[in-house]
T-cell receptor, first 116, second 112 residues
């Protein structure tokens, strides 16, 4: 079945530094990937939609200069949290949609970001 | 715009008892509906999905869900709950190649 690998699973960084999170579709091509954010004991909130070869579309209220998304290939999308602050600490999850239209919406295992 | 409501924030059931988690959606067209389960600190695992056809959908781990268009509902059921089913459950609505909107989640506690 479709597998999405997300790396790293956990990261701790200092305030002011940048962190890159990778989302890879291992056995299928993903023309579209989605990035979600989940605060403790809350639901997932869509941050942005990433389409291969084009600029990401950000949801209202999400700072595109802070959360840089790059979808350079059909199997890889990255989310870079720039100049991280403690309030950016959260659980970030990506999902990928197969270019074949298999609407399984496979999710990565998530990345727990802690900014200290 | 699509939205999902999970009315129950927290449900406690005894092991072996039946379970029903409620989900109501709002969507302008025929929705794609999903149920996911999340264990603490983990990602999401797809339990089942509905796109079209038979309104009773079978999923993994003995779960099933029924799509009721007239009630805009997609409730998740399991006839006999196991202690390992304790987790957070999310209902979601989406569309072809589009993003998903998630409900707030229902936390399931299983009593021995």
């Amino acid at each position: 079945g479709a597998v999405v690998s997300q790396h790293p699973s956990r990261v701790i960084c200092k305030s002011g530094t940048s962190v890159k999170i990778e989302c890879r579709s291992l056995d299928f091509q993903a023309t579209t990937m989605f990035w979600y954010r989940q605060f403790p004991k809350q639901s997932l909130m869509l941050m942005a939609t990433s389409n291969e070869g084009s600029k990401a579309t950000y949801e209202q209220g999400v700072e595109k200069d802070k959360f840089l998304i790059n979808h350079a290939s059909l199997t890889l999308s990255t989310l870079t949290v720039t100049s991280a602050h403690p309030e950016d600490s959260s659980f970030y999850i990506c999902s990928a949609v197969s270019s074949r239209g298999n609407y399984g919406y496979t999710f990565g295992s998530g990345t727990r970001l802690t900014v200290v | 715009a699509q939205s999902v409501t999970q009315p129950d924030i927290h449900i406690t059931v005894s092991e072996g008892a039946s379970l029903e988690l409620r989900c109501n959606y709002s969507y302008g067209a025929t929705p794609y509906l999903f149920w996911y389960v999340q264990s603490p600190g983990q990602g999401l695992q797809l339990l089942l999905k509905y796109f079209s056809g038979d309104t009773l959908v079978q999923g993994i781990k003995g779960f099933e869900a029924e799509f009721k268009r007239s009630q805009s509902s997609f409730n998740l059921r399991k006839p006999s709950v196991h202690w390992s089913d304790a987790a957070e459950y999310f209902c979601a609505v989406g569309a072809k190649n589009n993003d998903m909107r998630f409900g707030a989640g229902t936390r399931l506690t299983v009593k021995p």
